[in-house]
């Protein structure tokens, strides 16, 4: 079933054990074009038996391959890689479809996706383990790396290609069978991953799809067959996931929310700044888990950085997304979502800090779920626009006296994703890098968003779990090690008087 040929509302087929399925789930959710607000698409919200049907279909198909060489699963992942390509813009106007990224932001989220792929095909020597003959006499020692078994995904709505990527690409080429949820606001993007990898030739049950809400969640995260969890979304439910999922005896690696900060240094070059904020801001309607949400101006850049930002925001392209190339900012998610968002400009007038540009005031088409930029200024520490995550395109201006004071602001952050300091000073950066709260560093980045190779390390409450998704620590996450010590005697009888036994080294 494709689910990019369709005009007409399709219902999202589920994956499993190779084949895609309709669901005979009861409940259905909505799948929205945000761009012009129509339903494309009915999503089945499935229940505790869809779930055991998915992870015993992983269960059973992974002995045979975890027993398949290693470099035969990274070859799955070469024979994937190339159909991405293929379909490189198909993909990335289905992400535009059902999560209204602009073309660019939906190819960009693509190529990171693949670098992932990418990172996966070469696994094979991450798998590699470690030797150190005669630990004691005669006695050898060595590590080697197994898979876990099955490894379930659940991923927010944010990123619907690259967060899955994150994710089974790891997981499968380690050895392990793979579980997605997928986020059931956009469902659409994973399935057609889904339809590349069986093209690729992976092995029916060894990647599984079950859309769904927190039945899904909940049954996955006490299944008994299920042994990690990856999980990806909102802090409050990436706290529940590791609790309930390290109570069933689960590995877990859950990544929260955040509330990143950008710090500004009077000696920064303001244009660098103003354009670096603004796509840190408003890049993907500020839906991004490493979007700058809190600017701290330190002195007095603080007026001259509100103007600049105004002034890029006010001329910005808005609008819908799907099928046009020209526009800078897109749709949020849902209108729910949108509402929310602008719900904070509410709250900001009413906790007095000043609206300095108005994103529900730009002239906008009413059907999709647009809203324009915004800037609030005079934001003081203790508002909920400084405290709380948006997610949205919503910059909030809290201004500082001196880096101690922005850096005492990033101490009080019960989140710490990212954080980037603007400035040409080497001492204030080094200053930031070393003591900043948050596990990752921009220096005159806007969003220091590590690639494939590198671990994705958020702090405090933007992760929980111990191995982070991304880079080695992936690896680590989805494999188990084994230590085997050797130790062999001569034996008599080879001792004796066949000279073929006589130690070269002379060892015993
Ligand atoms: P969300 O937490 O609402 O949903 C994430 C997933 O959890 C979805 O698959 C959803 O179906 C499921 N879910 C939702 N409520 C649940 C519940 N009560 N119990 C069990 N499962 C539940 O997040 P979202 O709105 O889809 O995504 C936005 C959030 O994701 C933001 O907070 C953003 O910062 C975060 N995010 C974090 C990172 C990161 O790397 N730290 C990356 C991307 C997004």
């Known amino acids: 079933m494709s689910v990019t040929a369709s005009t007409q509302p399709v219902d999202v087929p589920l994956l499993i054990g190779g084949r895609f399925e309709t669901s005979a789930a009861d409940r ?176 029916d049950g060894v990647f599984n799809i079950v859309h769904g809400d927190k039945t899904v969640v909940d049954a996955l995260l006490t299944h008994p067959l ?113 509402d929310r968002v602008s719900g904070y400009l509410e709250v900001a007038a009413s906790e007095g800090a000043e609206v300095a540009l108005d994103g529900r005031a730009f002239d906008l088409p009413s059907d999709g779920f647009l809203l324009g930029p915004s800037v609030v200024d005079r934001v003081q520490p203790e508002m909920r626009l400084a405290k709380e995550e948006i997610f949205g395109p919503v910059l909030s201006v809290v201004r500082v006296d001196d880096l101690d004071q922005a850096l005492e602001l990033g101490k009080q952050c019960p989140y710490g994703n990212g954080a980037s300091i603007f400035t040409r000073s080497g001492w204030a950066a080094r200053e930031f890098k070393r003591s900043f709260n948050a596990g990752m560093i921009g220096i005159n980045v806007g969003v220091p968003a590590p690639m494939a190779w590198f671990p994705f390390t958020g702090w405090n409450k933007s992760f929980f779990g111990d191995l982070h998704i991304q880079g080695v620590e992936g690896v680590q996450f989805y494999t188990q090690q084994k230590m085997t010590m050797t130790r062999w005697f001569r034996s008599s009888a080879d001792s004796a008087a066949d000279p073929i036994w006589k130690s070269q080294a002379g060892g015993s």
């Not at 055991?52 to 279909?57: G, H, L």
């Not at 993909?91 to 059902?98: C, H, I």
């Not at 796509?279 to 600049?308: Q, T």
Request: with cysteine; aromatic share 4%; net charge negative.
């Open 28 to 203: 259905h959710g909505d799948v929205f074009n945000p761009s012009t607000g129509q339903v494309q698409a009915r999503v089945p919200l499935c229940g505790e038996a869809d779930v055991d049907r998915a992870v015993r279909a992983a269960a059973d198909a992974q002995p045979a391959w975890g027993e398949t060489p290693a470099v035969e699963r990274a070859r799955v992942m070469f024979r994937f890689r190339e159909r991405l390509h293929a379909r490189f813009e198909e993909l990335a106007a289905l992400v535009t479809r059902e999560h209204g990224k602009t073309a660019a932001e939906a190819r960009a989220e693509m190529q990171r996706g693949i670098e992932m792929v990418e990172f996966a095909a070469g696994i094979p020597s991450l798998l590699m383990g470690q030797a150190l003959e005669n630990i004691a006499s005669s006695v050898d020692c060595e590590t080697s790396r197994h898979p876990v078994g099955v490894c379930a995904g659940i991923t927010p709505f944010n990123f619907p290609s690259m967060v899955p990527l994150w994710m089974f690409p790891v997981a499968i080429t380690c050895g392990n069978t793979f579980v997605l949820k997928p986020s059931e606001k956009v469902p659409l993007s994973a399935v057609m991953l889904g339809e590349l990898l069986v093209e690729a030739g992976l092995p």
């Open 226 to 338: 299920v042994k990690a969890i990856s999980f990806v979304g909102s802090t409050a439910v990436a706290k529940h996931v590791y609790e309930t999922g390290t109570a069933n005896g689960k590995r877990v690696q859950a990544a929260g929310g955040a509330k990143n900060h950008l710090i500004i240094m009077p000696d920064a070059e303001l244009d660098q700044v103003v354009s670096a904020l603004q796509s840190s801001a408003f890049g993907c309607a500020g839906e991004r888990c490493m979007a700058g949400s809190l600017a701290v101006p330190v002195g007095r850049i603080a007026d001259d950085l509100v103007e600049g930002l105004c002034q890029a925001g006010k001329r910005m392209k808005v609008g819908p997304t799907d099928g046009q190339a020209d526009v800078q900012m897109g749709p949020l998610v849902t209108a729910a979502h949108r």
